[in-house]
């Protein structure tokens, strides 16, 4: 889990504004998702990706949206429709079905 | 679509006990469950998985059984110590992408010195 990196750490946001949070992987893995975790909660998956060119909603996705361009890249925007965004989000990836590896999350904070 | 219930949600045990927590799941197309150990504020990290093909699986003091008549597969830590505390996520998975999937709601365990 080490190929996955997110970024940035901590981030701030102004009610209203879009915000997009980073995340990469050179594991050459085909899969990625993000996964949303609220305080002492399960991780809620928001949205997944199993090729370059396409993405599937998860459970939770109203409010954000995805991109996946690169093999390598599955950036996140959380916009301003989302109500409750202050969360710690991880994204994961996979070779397969199976194993998802965790990048470092990202600790998203409204002001 | 697949359901995992995980119990209990919180356990305490004493510094070289045994810590047992247990996951149910739904779908019995599910055939791969993982176990993933979370620090606080860190990632979660694999530490154990198991096929369903396979009845146990053993990594020094982690063991995780599955019985896959009764649904149900679990995590045996022995001879705890402290750095084991953390939240520990059961999860099962039918081979198919995104949201079959599906994580346990936690276990945060807590070893006491």
């Known amino acids: 889990d080490g190929g996955i990196t997110q970024s940035p750490k901590y981030l701030f946001r102004k009610e209203g504004q879009n915000v997009t949070l980073s995340c990469e992987q050179n594991l050459n893995h085909d899969a990625m998702y993000w996964y949303r975790q609220d305080p002492g909660q399960g991780l809620r998956l928001i949205y997944y990706s199993q090729i370059v060119n396409d993405f599937q909603k998860g459970d939770i996705a109203e409010g954000y949206s995805v991109s996946r361009e690169k093999k390598e890249s599955f950036p996140l925007t959380v916009t301003s429709a989302q109500k409750n965004p202050s969360a710690f989000y991880l994204c994961?990836?996979?070779?397969?079905?199976?194993?998802?590896?965790f990048g470092p999350g990202t600790r998203l904070t409204v002001l | 679509g697949e359901n995992v219930e995980q119990h209990p949600s919180t356990l305490s045990v004493q510094e070289g006990d045994s810590a047992v927590i247990k996951c149910t799941y739904s779908?019995?197309?599910?055939?791969?469950f993982p176990w993933y150990k979370q620090e606080l504020g860190k990632r979660p990290q694999l530490i154990i998985d198991?096929?369903?093909?396979?009845g146990e699986k053993k990594d020094q003091r982690i063991a995780v059984t599955l019985n896959k008549t009764a649904k149900h597969f679990s995590l045996h830590i022995t001879e705890t110590q402290p750095e084991d505390s953390a939240v520990y996520f059961c999860a099962a998975s039918s081979g198919n992408y995104g949201q079959n999937f599906v994580f346990g709601p936690g276990t945060r365990l807590s070893v006491l010195p």
């Open positions: 198991i096929r369903s093909n396979v």
């Open positions: 994961a990836s996979s070779g397969g079905p199976d194993t998802q590896y």
């Open positions: 779908d019995s197309a599910s055939n791969y």
